[in-house]
């Protein structure tokens, strides 16, 4: 298994910016397709984006569209979730994935995914 560590998480308020960011551990970062999910409290965990094993498609949740942007540095094996315009129904905890089989049919799908981090808290309030 691959291990990643989220961070760059906070308290922000509505309309701000975040980035996220997840570093691998590991040879096999650019081998696997890479998402980032969330969970808040209550609800169960969504798909917010996720990006080809080597950038080529990238995918988001309608919810999101427009507003984030995922990325990958493979030199520093590095996810990136660069988020815009901020809303308070954006708070979550925010997991990165990594999978190395995952599909076109199964990008949004987080059981594709084998290896996850311990999370990010993400806080949008004024």
């Known amino acids: 298994q691959v291990q990643l560590v989220e961070s760059g998480g906070g308290l922000v308020q509505p309309g701000g910016s975040l980035r996220l960011s997840c570093t691998a551990a590991g040879r096999t970062f650019s081998s696997g397709a890479m998402a980032w999910f969330r969970q808040a409290p209550a609800k169960e965990r969504e798909f917010v984006a996720a990006i080809h094993r080597t950038a080529s498609s990238t995918y988001y949740a309608d919810s999101v569209k427009g507003r984030f942007t995922i990325s990958r540095d493979s030199t520093k094996r590095t996810l990136y979730l660069q988020m815009n315009s901020l809303k308070p129904e954006d708070t979550a905890v925010y997991y990165c994935?990594?999978?190395?089989?995952?599909?076109?049919?199964?990008?949004?799908?987080?059981?594709?995914?084998?290896?996850w981090g311990q999370g990010t808290q993400v806080t949008v309030s004024s």
């Open positions: 994935a990594i999978g190395m089989g995952v599909i076109n049919s199964t990008v949004r799908t987080g059981s594709a995914y084998g290896s």
